[in-house]
């Protein structure tokens, strides 16, 4: 007998070998659908197996569920005995890491003998990857950090789902659900900003079993439960509704979007007034005027002090997506992005942007196709043509590595002629905290001013923070000249909220970028501005708010 997760992972490893094999995409599917369903079920599924209801799953039939018999019952399958055999060694964990396709395991498999994840993972760390054709600098560390992620991952449960798609379904699901309810209001984590989530909320005046009813067709939907509201859906993913009538639906929406601090900090204040509990209001404004307090936005309501600070700020200086007058870090062709610098701008302009910083990657970014000396006077070049016809404004700037001794990645005379520094991390993540600290500690401690770019390194669902002392890193930066980017890209989000206080409390400055590699990559700003008002970012505090004088004026390095 084993467990629920475990049965979940052969069936992705299933799906996976099927895939390498080349079965058709519909099989495929069904094994990726039978494994969502059963990591739904929980101590669900031992029950069902043994009461041969399995086919009473979504999805489940025959021989699926002959499948799932076994796998409960043995911890393998012939199925999956046979499939193994049939392929080369490794591929079902192999086809799991992201960015590994059918040719590129073979490829690895001819090359090195490559036959596990751990067998890739030291390959990429000894830097033999690279070699190999069709891969390089940028896939080998791509596919380290995938490794890493897959290696140290958490068997019981699959990764939260990213912002971006988890406002992506909650959208298709509220759509659905205000079709058979009066009114709908996404709650939660996910309202308030969180980076990434489990559970998607909703507040609904309406018949709740009516709505799980109205999106049980929709193929993200698994599975629902109508005696706790719930439903379970595709990618991990729970969705709670909580009805509430109308003469309440503020205040249900108010105690389902604060964290369990922020509420419990609303109710002491409600005791503190001599009410028992918080009273029932149509709206959340009504509920926190009945308590002496100002609105406080739904990032915010995560209980750090911010029901204190709504009896004296009403938050109207709180960053808003509209106070932002440039596009920060924007990659181009000159390197890896995908668009020319003259459609950046023209893209930017067309946002309502009023200047936007070209910074592709430097020299030592070899995978990046980084742009070296002998190439800054053409892309300067093109740079000056572009801004003859547009009228946003086209900085001139690199994002600079930082390299592992703490230098920056271009001679001090050619930074000074860059009308904008980004200083980034893009190798060696993994060094110790001191070194790491030594690090960025001197390159923080450069005279320029620099924009201290996606400060700790990590990838959500694929690579940690790096290890390094943050208070220490502030005090230098604050003591030099510089600023520190809040990376819109949904992949990042670094820094993250929850050093931002910190970063205030020294007088930083900000800026919100979207660390743009084409076009479409602009439309992340919206993401680093919800990571911004998460850490109470007020517009003065950064520095893309000015017009393109002063923030020019505000980032020339020298």
Known sequence: MQSTRQVALSLEEIAALLEFAGESRFKVQAYQRAAEVVNTLGDELGPLVEQGRLQELEGIGGTLSRQLEELWNTGTSEYLVRLRTDQPPGVGELIQVKGLTPRRIRSLHEALGIGSVLELRDACAAGRVRHVSGFGLKTEANLLAGCEHWLTRDERQPDPVLLPRAL?????????LSQVAEEVVLVGALRRGAESVRELEFVLVGDAERALGQISELRQVLRTDRATNTAHLSEGLTLRLHPTPRSSLGTATVLHTGSAEHVNALSERARASRARELAAFPSEAELYGSLGLAFVPPELRNGQGEVSEAERDDFSDLLGIDDIQGMVHCHTTYSDGKDTVLEMARAAHALGMKYITITDHSPSAHYARGVT??????????????QEQVPIRILRGTESDILSDGSLDFPDAILERFEVVIASIHARHRMDGAAMTARLSRALSLPLFKIWGHALGRILNHRPPVACDVPALLDRLAASRGAIELNADPHRL????????????RGLPFVVSVDAHSTRGLAVLRYGVSMARRGGLRRDEVLNTLPPGDFSARVRPV
Request: avoid cysteine.
């Open 168 to 176: 992506e379904l909650a959208g298709l699901i509220q759509k659905r």
């Open 373 to 386: 000396i002998d190439r800054l006077k053409e892309q300067w070049d093109e740079i000056a043509k572009a």
């Open 494 to 505: 670094d820094l993250p909220p929850e050093w931002i206080p910190a970063a205030r409390e």
